[in-house]
């Protein structure tokens, strides 16, 4: 009888029915009959009381094509929700934050953060709410199947089209937890970054306050320095003030004086001027005088040594050249037999100095020789003769700007042969004489003969003693033991050389000279 009731009241709410969109609303209580809600009651096994849900009515669906459901809009008259609220406060910040101070991006920051930790709690109010949902479509599905098991027919099909409703809510509201869930993962993301970007804001806010307040306290000091040096200056210029008269009085007293004293004494001031001009024109006309008898001395006294010395000194008295004692035409004399030391000294008449090593005929000056006179001693069958250069020795042409060139390198290298190792001949090939502004180091190619740092052990000048080409030829000693004697391409490059590495030497606090110069 209960199942022929429950047929005739499905056939009467089938054909009253124009779409399938209500079918859910029958587990709702019906108020027109009391009867109809005993058989649903009768049908429907009661669900859970221990189930609290969010809202006390189910909520509104309806279908679509193809029996889609669709959530029917909710009229929402609260206005727009926490989430879309964040998100237009965030855009609005971002597009003034340049024209927002440190102090209201902290707000925005704070007050971004709480709304980001009310989204949270209504995240997980949600999450409850979907969980009741849950247990109440499954309730309902074993409701229904309950029903599907005692119904037939026409009955038995729209109980199975109301489980499959019921199946497409709970994929729809799994799909809903799924975007929740994105949606949660996005606000504490959001939460997170608005709290660092508030820690940042406060730690900014104290950063700032502390250089204002750093700001203040100096131009404080800085008022009450200027107030003091104010309040002096009025002191000074008051005391001024007072003693203004007595200073002006003083100072027309001492010009007075000053002008009287050039009115009563100006011809004696003009007289001793004018003897004071003519001393010094004298001292002048005498001095010129003087060198003009040095010269003509010195030119008799040559004259007198040339008709009785049987040596003459050959050679231009210039770097890059050789000076060679040779003897008269006359004479008839043998140097070779003779014996030979070479001086230099700053003047003819001014102590000499004797060259260590240089006791050949042949003698080749050095850049150390600039400005300097060279002389000889020749001592022939125990009498002693001098030969002098007429002057001293003149700076060869284009050495200076070939040293300062090289001076702008960190290195400089020259083509060297080495001809003489610890006083022994030496046949080999071209070398590499590298001078650097630390160290002097001699090569080839990849294997280094020798290699030395600047000190007072080390020693290098012109060569002093026999060498095939003393213009070219260079002595090097390293340490003691160890010497070269080498060969340059030119004059010019060793002089270069020379000057190059005493110039090293000297910023090194070391003297670079000969032997017992």
């Not at 047929?7 to 009467?12: G, K, L």
């Not at 929700?81 to 934050?97: A, C, F, I, Y």
């Not at 949660?184 to 660092?196: D, G, I, P, T, W």
């Not at 006179?373 to 003149?394: E, H, L, M, R």
Request: with cysteine; hydrophobic share 35%; charged share 30%.
């Amino acid at each position: 009888m209960m199942i022929s009731q429950a047929s005739c009241f499905w056939e009467e709410r089938l054909k009253n029915q124009k779409t399938k969109d209500k079918i859910l609303t029958m587990t709702k209580v019906c108020p027109k009959t009391e009867e109809k809600r005993v058989m649903c009651e009768a049908l429907v096994e009661p669900i859970s009381a221990d189930v609290s849900f969010a809202s006390n009515h189910f909520p509104l669906y309806k279908l679509g094509p193809d029996d889609q459901i669709v959530d029917e809009p909710e009229q929402d008259d609260k206005g727009p929700s926490v989430k879309d609220v964040v998100h237009r406060e965030t855009g609005d910040l971002s597009d003034q934050h340049k024209k927002l101070s440190v102090r209201d991006l902290a707000c925005k920051f704070d007050k971004n953060l709480a709304a980001a930790s009310k989204l949270v709690d209504e995240a997980k109010l949600n999450e409850v709410t979907s969980l009741e949902g849950h247990v109440m479509l499954k309730k309902l599905r074993d409701a229904l199947e309950t029903m599907r098991g005692r119904m037939d027919g026409r009955n038995r099909e729209a109980v199975e089209n109301a489980i499959s409703m019921v199946e497409a809510l709970a994929v729809k509201l799994t799909q809903n937890e799924g975007e929740l869930i994105q949606d949660k993962f996005e606000v504490k993301k959001l939460a997170s970054f608005l709290k660092k970007a508030s820690d940042d804001a406060k730690k900014l806010v104290n950063q700032e306050k502390s250089f204002a307040c750093a700001e203040i306290e100096s131009a404080r000091a800085l008022v009450m320095k200027l107030g003091g040096e104010f309040q002096e200056q009025e002191l000074c210029f008051k005391a001024s003030r007072d003693q203004g008269p007595n200073v002006e009085k003083l100072v027309e007293e001492v010009q007075e004086a000053r002008r009287i004293r050039r009115m009563h004494k100006p011809t004696k001031v003009i007289g001793m001027q004018h003897e004071l001009r003519d001393l010094k024109s004298q001292i002048q006309e005498k001095s010129a005088y003087s060198v003009k008898l040095q010269r003509e001395i010195t030119i008799i006294k040559k004259a007198e040594g040339s008709k009785s010395c049987p040596y003459v000194l050959d050679g231009a008295q210039s770097l890059g050249s050789c000076l060679r004692i040779r003897a008269s035409s006359d004479s008839g004399l043998d140097i070779s037999k003779c014996s030979i030391q070479w001086y230099r000294a700053a003047s003819e008449s001014s102590r000499r100095e004797a060259i260590s090593g240089a006791n050949r005929s042949v003698y080749a000056p050095e850049p150390f020789d600039v400005g300097r006179v060279i002389q000889a001693d020749i001592v022939s069958n125990g009498q002693k003769f001098t030969v002098t250069t007429d002057g001293p020795i003149n700076t060869a042409a284009g050495l200076q700007s070939r040293v300062e060139a090289l001076l702008r390198k960190s290195n400089s290298e020259f083509t060297v042969v080495i001809s003489q190792m610890n006083g022994q001949d030496h046949a080999s090939r071209s070398h590499v004489f590298t001078v650097g502004k630390a160290r002097i180091k001699l090569s080839r190619g990849w294997i280094t003969k020798a290699r030395e740092i600047y000190s007072t052990s080390m020693q290098l000048c012109g060569v002093r003693g026999n060498a095939n080409v003393p213009a070219k030829a260079l002595f090097w000693q390293l340490r003691k033991g160890l010497t070269f004697l080498l060969t340059f391409e030119s004059e010019q490059e060793r002089n270069s050389a020379i000057v190059l590495a005493r110039t090293y030497a000297y910023d090194c606090n070391v003297t670079l000279v000969g032997p017992d110069d």
